[in-house]
Nanobody, 120 residues
Framework: QLQASGGGLVQPGGSLKLSCAASGSIFSINQMGWYRQTPGKQRELVAVISTGGATSVADSVKGRFTISRDNTKNAVYLHLNSLNPEDTAVYYC????????????????WGQGTQVTVSS
């Protein structure tokens, strides 16, 4: 399972750090990522990161958000800077997990979501 944390209320221009840790039966983790969703809209990709650290970031947050991971902790982080009200959303983490050595595929697990609200 994935446990996300770090959301909250922040003023425009402020910063937050979201964390997400995977636990349970884990043999290996491939790609990890963050998505966000606002009411009435589809979940959208924010950023993803490979096992080796290669990243891809949505144009809407490029230069403001940074994704990182700690493979020793099975964790992924999202550093949110220069926040604006349009960044208000529930942020979800995910991870592609191979649970045991005998698994031949990766399963995508999702965290429970953490609310980020940007408002003065």
């Amino acid at each position: 399972q994935l446990q996300a944390s770090g959301g909250g209320l922040v003023q425009p221009g402020g910063s937050l750090k979201l964390s997400c840790a995977a636990s349970g039966s884990i043999f290996s983790i491939n790609q990890m990522g963050w998505y966000r969703q606002t009411p009435g809209k589809q979940r959208e990709l924010v950023a993803v990161i490979s096992t080796g650290g290669a990243t891809s970031v949505a144009d809407s947050v490029k230069g403001r958000f940074t994704i990182s991971r700690d493979n020793t902790k099975n964790a992924v982080y999202l550093h949110l800077n220069s926040l604006n009200p349009e960044d208000t959303a529930v942020y979800y983490c995910n991870a592609d997990v191979r649970r045991t050595m005998s698994d031949t595929t990766y399963f995508r697990f999702w965290g429970q979501g953490t609310q980020v609200t940007v408002s003065s």
